[in-house]
C-alpha cells in the first residue's frame, strides 16, 4: 500500500480499492523516446511477426484481429507487426496507461461477455477476447506511428473507464483509463518493422510462460 494515494481506512467500498491511484513517482517512467513501456501492471505475453489471421490466444487457441476490433482496414496496418498481451489479476494495480507520447483518438465500445482470462479459461474458450466486452482505441503516437490500444473486460467488469480526453496530446505514461472489480486484459499492437521486443519476453513466450511486468517498464525499443 505504500505505492497508493490513499491507507486502507480511505476507501469508502471495495470498488475503489480496486481501482486504486498510485503516488506520484510509484512508478518509474523509461526514459528515451525510443523506447515503448508497458501501458498496465500484469503478466505479459509478446508475439512479433503476427498474422491477424491467427493471433495466438494461448496454444491451440487463436483469433483474427478483424474479428477482435471490427474493423478489416485497420486490422490490415497490423500485418506482420507485433501483438503485447498483458492480463491483469485481481491483486494487480488495476488503471491503464499510453505506452508512448502520442494523440489518441475517441475509444470505441464494443459490447460483450465478462469470461474469466485465466490460462485455464482460454484454453477451454476459443476466440474468448473477441467475445468479451471491450474498447478500442486508435493512437497516433509520437515514435511508433499508429498504436491499437485494446481493454478487454473479463470477471465481474462491469466497466472499462476511460480518464482521457480523445485529440488531447499526452506524455508517455499519463493514465488513460481503468478497470472495475474483476480480472482484465490490456492488448496492444504495432505495425510491422518499427519495433524491437526484448528478446526476453520473446522467449519466455515461446516457452508459454508469462512474464509480470509493472507499468513504465520498457518492453521494446524502435528500431
Known amino acids: 500500500m505504500a505505492d497508493y494515494k490513499l491507507s486502507i481506512e480511505g476507501f469508502k467500498s471495495f470498488n475503489e480499492f480496486f481501482y486504486r491511484e498510485l503516488k506520484e513517482g510509484a512508478r518509474t517512467i523509461a526514459p528515451g523516446e525510443n523506447l515503448l513501456i508497458s501501458p498496465a501492471d500484469g503478466r505479459l505475453l509478446a ?15 487463436t483469433y483474427s484481429l478483424q474479428e477482435l476490433i471490427g474493423d ?3 486490422a490490415s496496418k497490423y500485418q506482420g507487426g507485433v501483438c503485447f498481451v498483458i492480463r491483469l489479476c485481481p491483486v494487480d494495480y488495476h488503471r491503464f496507461h499510453f505506452p508512448a507520447e ?3 483518438e475517441k475509444a470505441q465500445k464494443i459490447p460483450g461477455y465478462y469470461y474469466s482470462v485465466n490460462p485455464m479459461a482460454l484454453r477451454k474458450k476459443a476466440r474468448l477476447y473477441c467475445q468479451n466486452k471491450r474498447e478500442i482505441t486508435l493512437f497516433h503516437s509520437d515514435n511508433f506511428s499508429d498504436l491499437l490500444l485494446i481493454e478487454v473486460g473479463a470477471t465481474c467488469v462491469g466497466s472499462i473507464v476511460q480518464t482521457f480526453v480523445p485529440f488531447k496530446k499526452v506524455e508517455k505514461g499519463a493514465e488513460k483509463g481503468y478497470f472495475k472489480f474483476g480480472g482484465s486484459t490490456v492488448i496492444l499492437f504495432v505495425e510491422p518493422g518499427l519495433i524491437e521486443v526484448d528478446r526476453d519476453l ?3 513466450t515461446g516457452q508459454g510462460m508469462e512474464t509480470k511486468v509493472k507499468m513504465g517498464m520498457a518492453i521494446a525499443k524502435r528500431k
Open 47 to 61: 508475439f512479433d511477426n503476427i498474422d491477424i489471421e491467427k493471433i495466438i490466444q494461448i496454444k491451440g487457441h
Open 72 to 74: 478489416r482496414q485497420l
Open 102 to 104: 502520442g494523440v489518441p
Open 202 to 204: 520473446i522467449e519466455k
